[in-house]
């Protein structure tokens, strides 16, 4: 399975979700290739979750942007499996202190709390270290204005790296990667009919 973990504020309805979900579709990949759960605020909660999924899959590879890929090297690390990190939250128990409180959705209306225990949520689920930087993938953009790049380069020292020159937080011509990605994933390529 691959099981894509979106960012914050975002969801199964982001462009880079939708547009793998039709490629790994393409692949002709078989039932249950692809998961893309809404997740939770809290991080805790998106631990168990994301947990949850791994536990019913036979393989798994991931794929995380922004938080998401925060989220996507903790369970890389517990799991073992690859991971592709899609210009990853770095430090999101710092860098989110700023968003605390009501937030909207970007994707399809409404909006949600983002509590203050959520940044200590955060801080529990850091990876300082990777254990085996071979099972990485980063893509990263220079043009990203969340996001200073260097720091997701410096974090995923050792690992494969894509670094886009350009670009922004959203990857707005991820399509130009987006099959590097799946390849990383393990999802081989469609097959003529």
Known sequence: M???LHGFRSSPLSNKARMLARLVAARDAAPGAWAC???PPSPRETAALIEG???SAASLALIGSSLGGFYATWLAERRGCR???LNPAIRPFDDLR????????FHGGGEFEFRPEYLDELLALDTPRLTDPDRYLLVAATGDEVIDYRTMVRKYA???QVVIDGSDHALSDFDAYAGRVLDFCGLPPATNR
Not at 98 to 105: C, D
């Open 2 to 4: 691959i099981l894509y």
């Open 37 to 39: 759960p809404q997740l």
């Open 53 to 55: 999924l791994a536990d």
């Open 83 to 85: 991971a592709v990190l």
């Open 98 to 105: 700023a968003h605390l409180g009501r937030q909207p959705l």
């Open 158 to 160: 050792g690992c494969e």
